[in-house]
């Protein structure tokens, strides 16, 4: 008994370090994401460029990321994580060496655009590699814990990589970045180890599927609907209010101080540092409540909007400002649930397919409600609107977005519902059960004989 003991906790122990290896690419990919947002004073006079430059190379980088979503699943059914995640460091390390000796902003565009689908390769893949070394519940802590490496990024791309900045230069502090990045990858080319067993044999024989086949196929099964509608809702509140229109809201209508708005986008990065494993852990002992705390969830990221859009700001308290934060880093750390689904919902020759499919939707969000709500705030500062009702309104869109893909999520675990044997309305609410018979991990609940 004491041997084989032993011998599982060594391949556990191995596990984590193959998942660590990974997860360090997703850490590095989201630092090369975040970076430009410490640096784009500095990349302005860099480059002689304006605000229309800046916007350019963060629109690039993140179109690009979108796009390669699918393909980069795909890439992993067909090529395996090892290859996909070496090369997507590469391509980063390439396009940070290129950023860094930029000489003018088309130049400095194509380094940003190799970073843009270099990253687009690493979340999915360290995902599939994960799905390998860990069965069962545990893939949902493995998928938290992930969230948490790239929250890690995020931060080192904050006040370290300035300080790095006014400490060796823009060549240096790209340079070192780029360094970094290509010894990783070419660390995980050289050592990561796929599968338990060895390499990754081949998930398809015979003629490869085609893209719109392989999305088509991961799309008819409703969980992958269910997962793609939350992470749309839960990512996309993330990302469209940390990752930009948080701070200028909190300045401009709340009236925070620049430190003071920054700090609370910092607290929505630490809570959701803090509640992504507490997350992964309850989705993983309550794998029959996936659906309501996912549709729960969806509805709590939803109120974030509603409160910016309607509370004024004289009655915009601390306790007011302490729920958004807890909202907002509560979506990134929910949206745990939407992989965990789309894994038990999807076979293993689509999981890469699968997941790619579902990643994009946050971010998809994400750009919507960034485009929108300035649009928004461009027209109506034209006609005279005050800010308060600016942002009101741009707000509220996205509000209704929000409430779109919440609507969609109802509707996919209703589709699900149907595709099983008839429940009573409390259990079927929390049911989700892929056919047994073609995935053998799905969790299932059933009605008592």
């Not at 565009?109 to 687009?120: K, P």
């Not at 990752?243 to 009236?255: E, T």
């Not at 699900?416 to 609940?445: K, T, W």
């Amino acid at each position: 008994m004491s041997i084989v003991r032993q011998r599982q906790g060594k391949e556990g122990m191995l596990a984590w370090a193959v998942w660590a290896l990974g997860a360090s690419g997703y850490l590095v990919a989201v630092f090369h994401r975040m970076s430009l947002s410490v640096s784009g004073i500095a990349a302005q006079r860099h480059l002689h460029m304006g605000a229309f430059g800046l916007a350019s190379l963060g629109a690039i980088e993140l179109a690009l990321y979108v796009v390669m979503q699918v393909p980069s699943g795909m890439g992993a059914d067909r090529f395996g994580p090892r290859k996909m995640l070496a090369s997507g460091l590469l391509l980063m390390g390439l396009g940070s060496s290129l950023f860094a000796v930029a000489p003018d902003l088309g130049v400095a565009l194509v380094g940003r655009a190799l970073i843009g689908i270099g990253d687009a390769f690493m979340f999915v893949n360290v995902l599939t590699l994960a799905r390998s070394w860990f069965a069962g519940p545990r893939f949902a802590v493995v998928v938290a814990l992930t969230a948490v490496a790239g929250a890690v990024g995020q931060f080192l791309a904050t006040t370290p990589f300035a300080m790095l900045l006014g400490a060796v230069g823009w060549l240096g502090a790209y340079a070192a970045a780029a360094a970094v990045t290509v010894a990783l990858g070419m660390a995980v080319f050289l050592v990561l180890k796929e599968t338990p067993s060895g390499p990754r044999p081949p998930v398809h024989s015979g003629e490869r599927p085609r893209v719109l086949q392989a999305m088509a196929q991961s799309w008819a099964q409703p969980g992958t609907r269910l997962a793609f509608w939350s992470h749309f809702v839960l990512v996309g509140t993330f990302v469209a209010f940390s990752g930009l229109w948080g701070v200028p809201y909190l300045r401009q209508v709340i009236h925070l101080s620049a430190g003071q708005a920054g700090s609370a986008v910092g607290a929505i990065v630490v809570a959701a540092l803090i509640l992504n494993p507490l997350v992964g852990r309850y989705i993983s002992s309550h794998p029959d409540k996936r659906p309501v705390f996912l549709v729960g969830s969806g509805i709590a990221s939803t109120a974030l909007w509603v409160i910016c859009a309607t509370v004024a700001p004289q009655y915009f308290g601390l306790p007011v400002l302490a729920l958004v934060v807890l909202l907002a880093g509560f979506a990134n750390a929910a949206a745990v649930g939407s992989f965990d689904v789309v894994r038990t919902s999807n076979p293993d020759e689509r999981a890469g397919t699968a997941t790619g499919l579902v990643n994009m939707a946050g971010f998809m969000f994400g750009v919507a409600a960034e485009v929108g709500v300035g649009w928004m705030l461009s027209w109506l500062h034209s006609l005279g609107y005050s800010t308060f009702s600016s942002y009101s309104a741009g707000f509220g869109m996205v509000a209704l977005l929000a409430a779109v893909g919440v609507w969609q999520m109802i509707r996919s675990v209703r589709r699900i519902n149907q595709m099983q044997a008839p429940v009573g309305p409390a259990v079927a609410l929390r049911r989700l059960e892929p056919d047994p018979a073609e995935f053998a991990d799905a969790y299932s609940v059933r009605r008592s004989a």
